[in-house]
């Protein structure tokens, strides 16, 4: 990142090659559109270019690069009022088996995922999906470490109960658990 700030903005390349994947996979599990995520992608990294400058040595590149990924999606949410999208599978390297149980699990939990309150899903995006540590999502969203354990935890128990909502099965009733 040291080069890209002293103007060497070709090595933004590197970056992209190197991130480029997983902000994909946070602006999906955060919006639920392939179209809109590969906008947002592309908007995290002209802001990583424009606010390059804003970058400390010595502080954790995933925790800045994630808070200026949280800001695009904000402003993009604002700006366009975007809907989640719930057609989109969530995790398109999930490759259901044969098996139709599997396959309306998978469904289920997405579905689940995307009714969650964006706070919820992010902290959960975040540390679930991004497997951020827990003290650069506290960095990232300004708050200590215990409290983002205590927001995971409750995200998936809030997660799990729409989960079990949706399947319509009492907890105690699902197969293999």
Not at 48 to 77: C, V
């Amino acid at each position: 990142m040291a080069d890209i700030r002293a103007g060497e903005v070709r090595k933004l390349a590197v970056l992209f090659d190197r991130h480029h994947a997983g902000l994909y996979r946070y602006a999906m599990k955060m919006t639920g559109n392939p179209s809109w995520s590969e906008d947002l992608v592309q908007e995290i990294f002209v802001r990583l270019l424009k606010y390059r400058e804003t970058f400390r040595d010595g502080h954790s590149f995933p925790t800045w690069m994630y808070r200026i990924a949280r800001n695009a999606y904000i402003d993009q949410t604002r700006k366009k009022r975007w809907e989640v999208y719930s057609e989109t599978p969530i995790e398109q390297s999930v490759q259901p088996s044969n098996d139709l149980e599997e396959a309306q699990d998978v469904e289920f939990l997405r579905k689940a995922l995307q009714r969650l309150p964006e706070p919820q899903r992010e902290i959960l995006v975040l540390a679930r999906f991004q497997q951020l540590p827990y003290e650069q999502i506290g960095e990232l969203l300004g708050i200590g470490v215990g409290t983002v354990k205590t927001r995971i935890h409750r995200a998936t128990k809030q997660l799990r109960d729409i989960y079990f909502e949706l399947t319509r099965e009492p907890y105690a009733l699902r197969p293999n658990q």
